[in-house]
């Protein structure tokens, strides 16, 4: 599970634990007895939501969207690439040269 991620792909894993708990509750009342609350649902699971909003994303390039909306969502999959290859990079000491 990340959480660490991307603004675009925070925002759409949001929307997309929005829309399940929309579905679920709707359907299932002991999910919502368990989640009376969407906001409190998001604001906890929307990390779990994290890889299929990547993956949507992703697909949505494959699509005949908008030259400019297909540009900003592959930007934000490379700068999100980008950050979760960060999170397991360390710096030594000894690699840094003051010199």
């Not at 603004?7 to 929005?18: D, F, G, L, N, Q």
């Not at 969407?38 to 908008?66: G, I, S």
Request: proline share 3%; charged share 30%.
């Amino acid at each position: 599970m990340a959480s660490y991620c991307h603004k675009m792909i925070k925002e759409t894993a949001k929307a997309m634990a929005s829309e399940a708990y929309e579905s679920r509750a709707s359907h299932d009342n002991h999910f919502y007895v368990v989640w009376p609350r969407r906001n409190e649902f998001v604001r906890k699971m929307w990390p779990h939501f994290v890889e299929t909003a990547r993956h949507t994303l992703a697909q949505l390039l494959t699509t005949n969207l908008d030259t400019t909306l297909k540009d900003q969502i592959a930007e934000a999959l490379i700068e999100d690439n980008a950050l979760r290859r960060g999170r397991h990079f360390q710096i030594r000491p000894e690699d840094v040269r003051l010199h």
